[in-house]
């Protein structure tokens, strides 16, 4: 039986595993506590290696937990194994599709596999080809299409039981800018017009800030942020860089910057002074109408928003662009 209501849609408590392979022990995921309601729509960020894509094949049965609980819809991952695989749908890293298969033929197929009518697969395949854009290239087969119409059918695949949560890792991957804006387009509408709960896993800053209503940013196998994008920018605050046209001017920018603008963090460099605080975008003008009575000259100002990376940075003290290789079994944390 369904649960037709479950207070959350996701719940894992100290979900933990390990990988041993020659005596040695990685620790891919480590003690996460999550919920995810139903609706939401959900990326989990990190580097290579952070664990994401265990913890995704954790919550998909493909992978059982060494400890902790986790439940899907309602089910446990591990005691109900066949009811989490009934509630979900599954888009793993890579193409699903067989390759020779002509894509609408895919959808029927994977449609007539959870027991849909043989009318019933075809017009879910129908639909779903609608969605997705990938109407005229239903007959063509799979192996002829690009990336990123493939990537679109394995999502459409993905959905063909209209599941409650719908799993992607690392969807766009692999594709050009264009095909990733494209899909990401896809997910949102999803989202927004079904009301599908989605986690997905990205190591793209800009696709986490663009796509998700709550950002769940991981390192080596632990949560270290969990808030909406903009929560998790705005805590940092605003940079307001100032350059100069001497060394002395920077020195008095400095001073003022700190009195002027309430809890800034001010540094400088030369003749450049870079002061981080929450809202300093709307202190800025203040603070250059100050400077200009005390007669010193600003040369450069340049205001921007704390990024992602800016978040991943101050937390790990590692840029998530540089940190972006995936640590060995040797190189992992202990
Ligand atoms: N089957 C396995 N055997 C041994 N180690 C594994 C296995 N699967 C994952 N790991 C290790 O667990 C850690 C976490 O890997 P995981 O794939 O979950 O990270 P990820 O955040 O999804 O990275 P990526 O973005 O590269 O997919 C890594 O150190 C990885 O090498």
Do not use: C, W
């Not at 942020?225 to 400095?254: I, K, M, Q, Y």
């Not at 100050?290 to 800016?310: Q, Y």
């Amino acid at each position: 039986m369904l649960p037709s209501v479950v207070a959350m849609m996701i719940r894992t408590r100290g979900l933990t595993r390990h990988f041993t392979r020659h005596q040695q022990t990685v620790e891919a995921v480590r003690g996460l506590d999550l919920d995810v309601r139903e609706g939401e729509l959900v990326a989990f960020l990190g580097p290579n290696g952070a664990g994401k894509s265990t913890t995704l094949r954790m919550l998909t049965t493909l992978v059982a937990p060494t400890s902790g609980t986790a439940e899907v819809a309602g089910y446990d991952v591990v005691r109900d194994q066949r009811d989490v695989r009934r509630s979900i749908g599954y888009v793993g890293q890579g193409n699903g599709a067989g390759h020779q298969q002509r894509g609408r033929d895919e959808l029927v197929s994977q449609a007539r596999a959870f027991g849909l009518s043989r009318a019933a697969a075809g017009a879910r395949a129908d639909e779903l080809l609608e969605a997705f854009d990938l109407t005229e290239h239903a007959g063509r087969p799979v192996s002829t299409l690009s990336g990123g119409q493939r990537r679109r059918l394995d999502v459409a695949i993905g959905l063909v039981q209209s599941p409650r949560v719908l799993f992607l890792d690392e969807p766009s991957t692999g594709l050009d800018p264009q095909n990733r804006v494209n899909l990401q387009e896809q997910v949102r509408r999803l989202h927004r017009e079904q009301g599908t709960t989605i986690v997905l896993t990205t190591h793209y800053l800009e696709e986490a800030d663009a796509i998700a209503d709550r950002v769940v940013v991981i390192d080596h196998g632990v949560v270290i942020a969990d808030d909406t994008a903009v929560a998790l920018r705005s805590g940092l605050g605003d940079l307001v860089t100032l350059g100069l046209a001497s060394e002395a001017d920077a020195v008095t920018a400095a001073e003022r910057g700190a009195r002027l603008v309430p809890g800034a963090s001010v540094e400088r460099a030369g003749a450049v002074v870079r002061l981080r605080a929450p809202r300093a975008s709307e202190a800025a003008a203040g603070l250059v109408t100050d400077l200009a009575a005390t007669g010193v000259a600003i040369a450069r100002l340049e205001v921007t928003s704390a990024t992602l990376d800016d978040v991943f940075l101050e937390l790990t003290g590692r840029s998530l662009r540089e940190s972006d290789t995936a640590p060995t079994l040797e190189g992992a944390p202990a």
